[in-house]
């Protein structure tokens, strides 16, 4: 049926989201390929334990300024529109990273990451809303899949860029973050606004940002932050210290620093592209079983994962194996989030809500790389660090059957 096909315009507002993702992951993950190199050569003569516990500090700052700018871009995309907010938070997150370059001491890219997360907390409420109300329901679970793909490119492209650069200081690699910063143009130019958001801003009056907390969503606010707040800080965990884990291995510190940094995007590329597998795995999980069952289920596999794969050392190449199947099912329910959240709350308060809910996890999640900062440098490696992180998938699972439903996409019959 014609209907069920998608317009141009339909085109051109996914295409313009999912690069927002992409260059999310690229931006977002670079400092996490480099943290410990960078900061060494940001802190001369400091001792190791100083340096990691530096580095998860700049971390910390970046997903506290990624849960606030997700809150004020979130009330940005309410208030001017998704368009307008997706082309301001890439530009803010595009400018930053290139930034960081320049950074002399470890407080300036400490701030320079903040700033950068600003838009890239940003631009997750922006995109999200921005499919959510383009896209039929129809394409539902390939488009959500599809968009939380997209930020695991951007991490490829991350790996690449670092592995590229291997042979230069690891300043250069924050030079390829300006790149986002072009496609803003089209962005403007090729993407309108939703119809329903142009129509419920000229017809209802903008709720205050308190009615997130009112009797209607309240419930949905604080379930929502629980989710999201467990899953950011245990992905986000892994993330940051599984690069630290791998490069500690004792086959991999005997390498040289070129052929170190080779192993490490290809670890990276490869356990992205299980991730991208088990995004669609996700969201069809969810279509076929519900929301709730199916964020359930990942909870329950990923907990698994963690408290299993992390509780002691391994070599290479379970390692390996172990990172990958982390992420197939840890990274992978994230792919339900694009097109769940959004419309759990009214279109008025749909980017404030998502924002909110979504991004303001990460202030739990900065909670936890600073925790497992400390656990890295006082007790027991990043190893640790991830398995105790591990314990979250516990509440998780009870969080995830607690949820509203959603939509789900249509199944012709």
Not at 10 to 25: H, I, K, M, N, T
Not at 56 to 70: D, K, R, T
Request: net charge positive; charged share 10%; aromatic share 14%.
């Amino acid at each position: 049926m014609a209907s069920d096909r998608m317009t141009a315009s339909q085109w051109r507002a996914f295409v313009a989201a999912w690069l927002g993702w992409c260059f999310d992951g690229l931006d977002g993950y670079l400092y996490a390929l480099v943290a410990i190199s960078f900061v060494t050569t940001l802190m001369p003569g400091a001792a190791a334990g100083d340096v990691q516990q530096h580095a998860a500090w700049i971390q910390g700052a970046f997903l506290v300024g990624w849960a606030l700018g997700g809150a004020f871009f979130g009330r940005m995309g309410d208030k001017i529109g998704r368009t307008r907010t997706l082309t301001l938070t890439i530009l803010t997150y595009a400018v930053f990273t290139g930034l960081s370059f320049f950074a002399q001491t470890w407080w300036h890219l400490l701030i320079f990451r903040f700033v950068a997360a600003l838009g890239i907390g940003g631009e997750w409420a922006a995109g999200s809303a921005l499919v959510s109300e383009t896209l039929g329901v129809k394409h539902r679970s390939w488009a959500s899949a599809t968009l939380q793909s997209g930020y695991m490119v951007g991490i490829i492209l991350a790996a690449i860029t670092v592995g590229a650069l291997g042979s230069l200081p690891p300043k250069f690699v924050f030079l390829v973050g300006i790149v986002p910063a072009l496609m803003t143009v089209w962005i403007r130019k090729a993407v309108p606004e939703p119809e329903e958001w142009e129509r419920e801003r000229h017809t209802r009056t903008m709720p205050r940002i308190g009615e997130l907390f009112g009797p209607e969503v309240r419930a949905t606010t604080l379930k929502t932050l629980a989710l999201t707040s467990i899953a950011l800080t245990t992905v986000w965990g892994f993330i940051f210290f599984s690069v630290q884990l791998l490069i500690g291995l004792p086959e991999v510190a005997a390498l040289a620093p070129p052929d170190k940094a080779a192993l490490v995007r290809n670890v990276v590329v490869v356990y992205s592209l299980w991730n991208i597998v088990g995004n669609f795995l996700a969201t069809y999980l969810a279509r076929a079983v519900g929301n709730r069952r199916a964020f359930a289920a990942l909870m329950l596999a990923s907990g698994a994962m963690f408290l299993l794969g992390f509780r002691e050392a391994h070599d290479l190449e379970t390692t390996k194996w172990i990172f990958n199947a982390a992420m197939f099912f840890s990274a992978g329910l994230f792919a339900i989030f694009p097109l769940y959240i959004p419309p759990l709350f009214p279109t008025l308060l749909r980017t404030t809500g998502s924002g909110f809910s979504y991004n303001f996890g990460r202030l739990a999640a900065a909670a936890g790389t600073l925790l497992g900062g400390w656990i890295t440098a006082k007790a027991g490696g990043p190893g640790m660090a991830i398995w105790w992180l591990g314990f979250l998938y516990v509440p998780g699972l009870a969080v995830s059957l607690a949820m509203p439903e959603g939509p789900h996409e249509v199944v012709p019959s």
